[in-house]
Structure formats: C-alpha cells, structure tokens
C-alpha cells in the first residue's frame, strides 16, 4: 500500500523568504510522486511530478523538489515566496493519486 | 492538458434524496477517479471509473451509495445516494490521459454538495 504524510499542516513565510513544504512517502513500488496546488474555491494544478530519471525536479512558479529515496521524501521548495503563493498544497504519491493531508502556506507582507 | 467541466458546481439538497454528478472532458481520456474532499481536509479517493465496465472502489466506499457510470472514454457520472449530512462535501472529477500512474492528473473545479 502507499501513503503520503505531509508535515505541517500550516506554515507561514514572509514575502521573499524561502517556502520549504515536506512529504514523506510509503510505497512497495518505486513511487511516481506528485506536488499539486489548490487555490481558493479552485480546483487542483499540478505543480511538479516526479516518475524517474532526474532527481531533482522543477516545476511551475519557481517551485522545485527532490527525490530522495533514501529518505522516503519528496520536499517541495520555492527560494523566494511570493503573496500570490498562498494556497493548499497537497503530496500525493502513485498512480491513483493517493494524497497527504495538505499543508496550508501563508504569506506574510 | 485537459479541460474537465463538472455540473452542477454546487448544490443544496435534502437528506434521503440522490443527487448525480457528471464529469465531462474535452477529450478522450484513459483514466477517470472521483474524489471527495471534506471541508478543510485532503483529498480521498472514491473509486476509479472504468469504461465500459464496474468503477472500482476504495475501501469505505461502496457501489450502492455511490454509484458510478463511465459510458465512453469523455464522460462519468457519481450519484450520492440517500444522502444524510455527512455527506457534505466537495465532489471531485478526475482524468489522466495515459495509464501507468505517470502522467498529470487533471482535475474538475469540483461540485460544492450541502445536505440539509
């Protein structure tokens, strides 16, 4: 079986400063790992996927995140948060798209 | 991409009754899940609808309280049936173009159900 669990339910970072939002993954498999945005009243965007070769991925508004498989983790970053950041984003690993419970990020002026 | 529209966008019904969600994409389209998300929390996997053949279901959900139809590769329903308030919750369509688990998910702008 896989899982997905998300560390932090809320972070809060001010404008410029660096986003840093973990996942650590379970999977029998090696894993196909995904990071996807929700916007308020939207629906979901993908940011970044992860299936194989390169480990280090980077995806769209500057974000990126690295596979590690030694770690069973999957963090997404972005160097300098910006206001229009401010969203839910989920992790979620394999095909059927099992998700983590979400990370709120808050940006502050 | 895929663009996935859902009707209705939301809806406010009574207890007891059935409400059917559609799900309609802008092209053909290997994969199609149904999501719910309960108000504030992740994303829970319904069942994945199968062309052609019965959806398959995730553990808790079962096919007579949520029904689900794939006629063709564009199109899916979800009928929430006898509906009580804990019901309540945001409806999502789901599609990905290729099978394998590697390809982007796109998503519906869901369908916002209140059960009174």
């Known amino acids: 079986a896989q899982s997905v669990t998300q560390l932090g339910s809320h972070v809060s970072v001010s404008e410029g400063a660096l986003v840093l939002l973990r996942c650590n993954y379970s999977?029998?498999?090696?894993?196909?790992l995904f990071w996807y945005v929700q916007y308020p009243n939207q629906g979901l965007q993908l940011l970044l996927k992860y299936t194989t070769g390169a480990t280090l991925v980077k995806g769209i508004n500057g974000f990126e995140a690295e596979f590690k498989k030694s770690e069973t983790s999957f963090h997404l970053t972005k160097p300098s948060a910006h206001m229009s950041d401010a969203a839910e984003y989920f992790c979620a690993v394999t095909g059927k798209l099992i998700f983590g419970q979400g990370t709120t990020l808050q940006v502050k002026p | 991409s895929a663009v996935i529209s859902q009707k209705p966008s939301r809806d406010i019904c009574q207890r007891g009754t059935s409400l059917t969600i559609q799900c309609q994409v802008d092209s053909q389209v290997t994969m199609m899940f149904w999501y719910r998300q309960q108000p504030g929390q992740s994303l829970t996997l319904i069942a994945t609808?199968?062309?052609?053949?019965?959806?398959?279901?995730e553990s808790g959900f079962v096919i007579d309280k949520f029904p689900i139809s794939r006629p063709n590769l564009t199109f899916s329903t979800l009928t929430v049936s006898n509906m009580s308030p804990e019901d309540s919750s945001i409806y999502l369509c789901s599609a990905r173009r290729q099978g394998g688990g590697q390809g982007e998910a796109f998503f519906g702008q869901g369908t916002r159900l209140t059960v009174v």
């Open positions: 609808a199968n062309q052609g053949s019965e959806a398959t279901y």
């Open positions: 999977s029998s498999v090696p894993p196909y």
